[in-house]
T-cell receptor, first 112, second 114 residues
Framework: RKEVEQDPGPFNVPEGATVAFNCTYS??????FFWYRQDCRKEPKLLMS???SGNEDGRFTAQLNRASQYISLLIRDSKLSDSATYLC?????????????FGPGTRLSVLP | DVKVTQSSRYLVKRTGEKVFLECVQD?????MFWYRQDPGLGLRLIYF???????EKGDIPEGYSVSREKKERFSLILESASTNQTSMYLC?????????????FGQGTRLTVV
């Protein structure tokens, strides 16, 4: 079993739709959680950090459930420009500090 | 503006060549990472470094080595390139032991080994 798993996708949704991505992680010692966005043939970029209390940034809402080891990302009112791959990222401690573990990503296509 | 810079966007090398991929960051980060990304496999950690001259193996270190002689620079070395090392290589950096801070990525190097 992979340490970080995501919905396999792809998700094809019309403009204006609401779409939710799910992510689970297996290492209970994980400390920090992020959603990254990666456009085709580009590097991943931070979309938002995920806090225990949940957090919102405009049309994007992230939730964390530590007990279930589950992270979600909700995108409201989807735009064409939201088309990308969304990566769930978990930061866990190791002997040398902290290390990032990436999920396989979920591809989103927003259609006109 | 924070910056992680990789020396090349695209590289084509021949089988058996020694290949150097360079990465420089200007954020005074302690941690630096090398990943490769392949379709269907996601990002996989090759090596990381948490200090100058320190290095640790990631999940797929075979066929690679690294060098960190200065804090801002982390090099990935393919000792003898093979076709199965054709991939997108991504360098990243972050602060050491600050739980909430994220990793910043370079623009990636697309390496083709022929």
């Amino acid at each position: 079993r992979k340490e970080v798993e995501q919905d396999p996708g792809p998700f094809n949704v019309p403009e204006g739709a609401t779409v939710a991505f799910n992510c689970t992680y297996s290492n209970s010692a994980s400390q920090s959680f992020f959603w990254y966005r990666q456009d085709c043939r580009k590097e991943p970029k931070l979309l938002m950090s995920v806090y225990s209390s949940g957090n919102e940034d405009g049309r994007f809402t992230a939730q964390l459930n530590r007990a279930s080891q589950y992270i979600s990302l909700l995108i409201r009112d989807s735009k064409l420009s939201d088309s990308a791959t969304y990566l769930c990222v978990v930061k866990r401690p190791d002997n040398y500090g902290q290390n990032f573990v990436f999920g396989p990503g979920t591809r989103l296509s927003v259609l006109p | 503006d924070v910056k992680v810079t990789q020396s090349s966007r695209y590289l084509v090398k021949r089988t058996g060549e020694k290949v150097f991929l360079e990465c420089v960051q200007d954020m005074d980060h302690e941690n630096m990472f090398w990943y490769r990304q392949d379709p269907g496999l996601g990002l996989r950690l090759i090596y990381f470094s948490y200090d100058v001259k320190m290095k640790e193996k990631g999940d797929i270190p075979e066929g690679y080595s690294v060098s960190r002689e200065k804090k801002e620079r982390f090099s990935l070395i393919l000792e003898s390139a093979s076709t199965n090392q054709t991939s997108m290589y991504l360098c990243a950096s972050s602060f050491y032991n600050r739980a909430s801070t994220e990793a910043f990525f370079g623009q990636g190097t697309r390496l083709t080994v022929v």
